[in-house]
């Protein structure tokens, strides 16, 4: 068995389309635009890559956006000052804070500083306990576009076995919890590896589908997945240089060899990467309906 590649480039493409049209028609209808906050704090070379994309979609899509590039000296005070400020910006209904930090400042009291209304990134405490009890405003970027993946390329998810390798605050867990709710694209059977799991391989071989975001290029091999199962690689690990200076970039699954037993699987780059950004222009959207008590 050859794997149907899924494409989370096409998926994102198609959904941006649709958040397009949407966005026109608020204008249209109720002169409301959409606005995002994106603050960056330092010159970290990766997080500039991820701000600048997020600020280039924003304005593809019609979505208002503010990009804030902070010194890496500024101090905890004056970064809590400009959330306020963002916080009581009726222009502004979302904010995004590119992690991470710079070390003297801490980043929790910088995410639970954000007006929850505004949180985009679903990070706040508040939209962490609505998502574990289903009643999320606004689910978390990654977590919610492998779950659009899923859903978007027909994979059925419905009691099926689902194995996560990690459990992060941002992927892991928050996966997870959206899978394993009683909903429509949900309902699975979740089972959550970590560094502390006794035999991952006899988790792995089990899963019909299996989510992975381990942060380790091979985490997952051939002999660990069993025929047919769907692979989701969220993975993002940089492995050396082209000639030319570009990164290269693998995720977390052996590609080649997993790809002869899949039945369908994300490629790194072009996979679940193109869907975290394109999440979050739709929990943008989503924060001015609600601001302007659409829904
Ligand atoms: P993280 O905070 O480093 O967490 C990694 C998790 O994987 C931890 O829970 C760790 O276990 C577990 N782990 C590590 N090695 C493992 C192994 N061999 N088997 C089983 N579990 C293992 O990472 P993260 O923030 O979740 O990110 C994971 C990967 O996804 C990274 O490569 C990151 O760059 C990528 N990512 C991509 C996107 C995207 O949009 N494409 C977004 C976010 C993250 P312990 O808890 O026991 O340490």
Redesign the pocket.
Same mark, same amino acid.
């Given at each position: 068995m050859t794997a149907k590649i899924i494409s989370g480039t096409e998926t994102a493409r198609q959904i941006r389309e649709e958040l397009k049209q949407e966005i026109a028609s608020l204008k249209e209808k109720h002169n409301l635009v959409p606005g995002l906050a994106t603050v960056l704090v330092g010159a970290d070379p990766a997080s500039q890559v991820y701000v600048g994309a997020k600020e280039k979609t924003s304005k593809e899509l019609g979505i208002y956006s503010e990009r804030y590039d902070i010194p890496a000296e500024t101090t905890q005070a004056e970064l809590l000052a400009r959330i306020d400020r963002l916080n009581k910006d009726p222009k502004i209904h979302g904010i995004l804070v590119q992690l991470p930090l710079p070390k003297h400042i801490k980043e929790t009291d910088i995410l639970y500083a954000i007006d929850p209304k505004k949180d985009v990134d679903g990070f706040h405490p508040v939209n962490v306990g609505k998502l574990m009890i289903g009643e999320a405003d606004y689910l978390p970027?990654?977590p919610h576009?492998i779950q659009q993946l899923l859903i978007r390329s027909g994979i059925e998810i419905d009691g099926a076995e689902v194995v996560i390798?990690? #459990?992060?605050? %941002?992927?892991?867990k928050p996966i997870a919890n959206i899978l394993l709710q009683k909903k429509e694209g949900a309902n699975a059977t979740v089972t959550v590896?970590?560094?502390?799991?006794r035999d %991952?391989k006899f988790h792995t071989r089990r899963a019909d589908i299996l989510i992975v975001?381990?942060? #380790?290029p091979k985490?997952v091999t051939a002999d660990m997945v069993k025929e047919g199962v769907v692979v989701i690689d969220?993975?993002?690990?940089r492995i050396g240089k082209t000639p030319e200076g570009k990164s290269i970039l693998v995720?977390?699954v052996d590609f080649e060899a997993v790809k002869e037993k899949a039945k369908a699987i994300t490629p790194?780059p072009g996979?679940?990467?193109p869907?975290?950004i394109t999440m979050l222009m739709l929990n943008t959207v989503k924060a001015a309906k609600i601001a302007a008590g659409l829904i």
């Open positions: 970027c990654t576009g390798l990690g #459990r992060s605050n %941002i992927v892991g590896c970590h560094t502390g799991t %991952i975001a381990a942060g #380790r985490a969220v993975g993002v690990n995720g977390d790194v996979g679940v990467g869907m975290t």
